[in-house]
């Protein structure tokens, strides 16, 4: 058995799935991703980037994987049940606004999502912060919303489960914390540090919003 904690969502998305096997989507020490209904579940180790769509254990090292299924709600790594013992939480922190208008979108939200290179297209993380940004505002962005759902298609299975994770609000910590102090330089830098490049794209897009939203003076 695996013991990890996950997100109410992820954890509802598991208790929903049909039982039977799931694509393994990514292996890796830290990480393994798998597809369930259509959007991926990561089983996460120590040292794994804290994705909001993944289950998180106390392992070092994850298992070898060759395959996956999920059955009674339950996730298996090679007949390995994933077991859920607790929740965390995902979900942006409440922040104060001096705007209740959104914050010009960033770019051509249609026409950029999916482009690049990566599990994660630089442009994405861009929009996933931006969307981060205004959710934590409480600022309603439903032309960019319509847009970004109707894009998902169009880029990589993992990318398009983080956008649908902000859509909603959930995030990766690093960004949760920068984004309750926008002052932060050492939050900035733990953010920066994220990814080969995801970290930099999800900070640039919430400064982008932070700068029409508020709630402090947010650095260029």
């Not at 058995?1 to 039982?19: E, F, Q, Y």
């Not at 040292?47 to 059955?71: E, I, K, M, N, Y």
């Not at 994660?120 to 959710?135: E, I, K, M, N, S």
């Amino acid at each position: 058995m695996i013991p990890v904690s996950a997100p109410p969502r992820v954890h509802r998305r598991l208790h929903a799935a049909d039982d039977g096997p799931v694509p393994v989507v990514h292996r890796g020490r830290d990480a393994v991703y798998v597809d369930v209904a259509g959007r991926c579940v990561a089983v996460l180790g120590r040292r794994a980037t804290a994705v909001p769509c993944g289950v998180r254990s106390g392992l070092d090292v994850l298992p070898d994987v060759g395959r996956a299924h999920v059955a009674g709600g339950v996730l298996h790594l090679d007949g390995e049940p994933v077991a859920v013992g607790r929740l965390h939480d995902v979900t942006v922190p409440r922040l104060p606004r001096r705007s209740r208008s959104a914050a010009p979108p960033p770019g051509d939200v249609t026409g950029t999502i999916g482009s690049g290179g990566g599990l994660t297209p630089y442009q994405d993380d861009v929009v996933c912060g931006w969307l981060a940004a205004h959710r934590a505002a409480g600022v309603p962005t439903p032309a960019v919303d319509a847009a970004v759902r109707r894009s998902l298609h169009r880029t990589t299975l993992l990318s398009a489960t983080l956008l649908e994770c902000a859509l909603l609000g959930e995030v990766l910590p690093e960004l949760a914390a920068w984004l309750a102090d926008p002052t932060d330089d050492e939050a900035a830098d733990r953010l920066l540090a994220v990814g080969h490049s995801s970290g930099r794209g999800l900070l640039e897009g919430a400064r982008a919003a932070l700068r029409t939203l508020g709630p402090a003076a947010v650095a260029a």
